[in-house]
Structures are given as structure tokens and as C-alpha cells.
Nanobody, 125 residues
Framework: QVQLVESGGGLVQPGGSLRLSCAASGFTLDYYTIGWFRRAPGKEREGVSCMGSSDNSTYYADSVKGRFTISTDNAKNTVYLQMNSLKPEDTAVYYC??????????????????WGQGTQVTVSS
């Protein structure tokens, strides 16, 4: 069964850190561009970061650049999103997605081949 499962979300104070994980099963992440996007209540979906399959090129939205880092562990077929210096405006449901296009802010908007069910991140004091 093909699926992506996110984990690692939770409640954190401003300035804190979280590491999200996205475990793939039924297919190999190494052959796909992997992305993270988020959706906050009342806001449009926002592409956060992606990593290309062929050259490991990366993209970060301006809103997270310098604070978030995407990485992969091919042995575990898992992609991570390390989030540091979290802000209240980072509060959202975070989703990972896999798709066959190159990594860019444009392609991060979809369409996707696979995506997960999301994990809630809440940044609040």
C-alpha cells in the first residue's frame, strides 16, 4: 500500500524547535521530489520546502528560509523537516508530498502523486 505518514507535530513555545518526519511506504522516495506544505485556518495552502530527486536541489519559502531545513534518509525512506526558531505564524497542519516534477516554489503547489494526512504544529506560549 502506497502511503506517506507524517509525525512529529505538537505544541511548542515561540522560539522552540520541532522535527517533522514523513515516512514513505509502498514506493521509494529517492525517485521523487519531496515537498512540505502547510495549511493554516483561514489561509491558503503554502508551499514550505522541497528537495529534488535528481540533484537534491532545495527550495524554501521566504517565510521559513534560514529557520527550516529539509533532509532525507534514503535508508529509512523518510524525509524530515527540521523547524527552528518557530513563530506563532508557523502554526498550521503540515503535509508532505511526493511528485515527479523538479523542486521549485511553483511545482510545490501541486499536483502531487502522493501526500500524507498531515500533522498539527501549534506555536504558542
Amino acid at each position: 500500500q502506497v502511503q506517506l505518514v507524517e509525525s512529529g507535530g505538537g505544541l511548542v513555545q515561540p522560539g522552540g524547535s520541532l522535527r517533522l518526519s514523513c515516512a514513505a511506504s509502498g514506493f521509494t522516495l529517492d525517485y521523487y521530489t519531496i515537498g512540505w506544505f502547510r495549511r493554516a485556518p483561514g489561509k491558503e495552502r503554502e508551499g514550505v520546502s522541497c528537495m529534488g530527486s535528481s540533484d537534491n536541489s532545495t527550495y524554501y519559502a521566504d517565510s521559513v528560509k534560514g529557520r527550516f531545513t529539509i533532509s532525507t534518509d534514503n535508508a529509512k525512506n523518510t524525509v524530515y523537516l527540521q523547524m527552528n526558531s518557530l513563530k506563532p505564524e508557523d502554526t498550521a497542519v503540515y503535509y508532505c508530498a511526493a511528485y515527479h516534477y523538479y523542486c521549485s516554489g511553483y511545482t510545490l503547489g501541486g499536483p502531487y502523486d502522493y501526500w500524507g494526512q498531515g500533522t498539527q504544529v501549534t506555536v504558542s506560549s
